[in-house]
């Protein structure tokens, strides 16, 4: 299954869930600001250090139960050996879990290097498992495999590339800031065109003033010119992209699940596909 079937993708990544009654307002949320027509997967953020974490699985599995929408889970591979590793893309594939999110910045404490996470990944798709030079029979599943973007990265093109022909289907980036290196980047064309590209963007500029800050100037500016910046900047970076023979759509942080922050986001996609 491709999740991403539309000529413009959209996830949204969910808030991190420290309980487990936080779950139903996930549904609550879509549903009520009617987010759920444009959202092709929701993306389930995993933070296995510090405060405790609901398990990711148990959110995927709620989320497909509540809103038979595809998921896709973080996976930090710094904090994974290939024992852990193996035990949760068996869990992920019984529960029918779309998507996985490969990444190795996050924390770094030892951990499982991308080629061998994604072999693993793959592995299970052909109902293969291999640990330890043993190969396992397990039931097979077939993961969308996704890595982080960052087009203003030295040699950004190199490791998308790479990370492509390892069998990666998509791509994600951060908050968006400054649109240059991403109209950059796809102009160039020297990535793959036939992965997905997700931007990420930051609809509620409550949420992440403080960071935002950092990039670009938000003195005076208030949350309609943010969003018609942030609107006319994304429209600008699909349209070049598409131009260049690339699938671009959008990954949506709201940072925080409040109601300002769910009305930005249907602002920003009613703007954008009506």
Known sequence: MDIFSGSTPITIEAPLIRRYEQLESISEFLTGYGLTRYVDAINIPYHSLGKPTADPGYTALYIKKELSTPVIIHVPLGVENMYTLAGKLIQYALIGVEGLLLLSGDVRLGGISYEEAVDMALGIRDGRL???????????????????????????????????GLGLNFFQSQVLTDPEPFLKIFMNGLIPSDRTYLVGVAPHLDSLEKYLSGYIDTSGIDREDYLGWLTSNIGRIIDIARESGYRVGIHIYPISWVDASLEASAELLEALLG
């Open 130 to 164: 291999v640990i330890d030079g043993e190969e396992h029979r397990v039931e097979s599943h077939s993961f969308q495999l996704g890595g982080a973007f960052i087009p203003d990265r030295e040699g950004e093109e190199e490791r998308i590339r790479f990370k492509a």
